[in-house]
């Protein structure tokens, strides 16, 4: 059971700014803050950015635990950082301890996208689903994975990494060095290629006519879809089969039914849901495809200080 009484800290690390809140047990938010991010100045400028947001948010309660999610790959048991390609002087970092050693109370830290996967299952689109996938489609692909109501981490602290799904060996590169991950077709990124490709805009010299194919987003593809744009619809149409072969994969393994789409791409769930289902009834062995719920995120930028608090509040009570 949650800890009826004390509420707790949690904290969003990004590479711009470092956001927080102190969060009642029933995920109310008491305080929020938020501090620039001072990566350049490296790790001590770091850690007293974050203990200065903390000491700010407790004010004159008495907070236990200080929950902390972290872009990157960490080991949540030891509290380190193993690295972060936002925060790069971040390396084999033991940051729980560290700011428990300032602080002066329990520090617990996840993956970011973990702990967005964590919240909507507390507060948001997840509620009271004990099983489901979180996909974060932005600049790129992060996941969390929920199982019997608790996080997956895997051996290294590194499950999750929904974007590297592999849909076609022969696509496109991905940023993780491999071809034809997920990433490569439905985030961000990945749209807004496919739509520069359909025009022939050569990213490193366009010419006048293609500034406004270069000024794009999903956001103004997605409405140029909806309108009927035939090659609007097809960036759509090629990201949404993508996903729906990576999200077959998921759930072949997994047997979980909820998936919940977050990050900006989200947006554009209409469009894609029917080209994921599509897949799904291709492609679903012994599973019902008609009872897999495809959910938008419904917290946006909260759902990862809420997943912190309820890490947070999770470890408070196992104390
Ligand atoms: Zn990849």
Redesign the pocket.
Known sequence: MPNAKRPVLAVDVGGTNIRGARVAPDGRFLARHRVPNPVARGEEAILDALAGLCRTLAGRSSPAVVGVGIPGAVLPVRGVVASSPNVPCWHDTPIGPQLAARLGLRVVIDNDANLHALGEQWRGAGRGIPNLLLATLGTGIGGGIILDGRLWHGDGGRAGEL??TVVDPEGPP?????TG?V??YASATGIVRAWRRRHGVRENRPRPGDRRVLRDTPATIAARARKGDPRALAVFAEAGRALGIAVATWLQILDVRTVIFGGGVSGALDLLEPLIRIELERRLWGLDASKIRLLRAELGDDAGILGAARLAQTVGDRR
């Open positions: 974007g590297h991905c940023n993780c060095g491999a991950c990433e490569a």
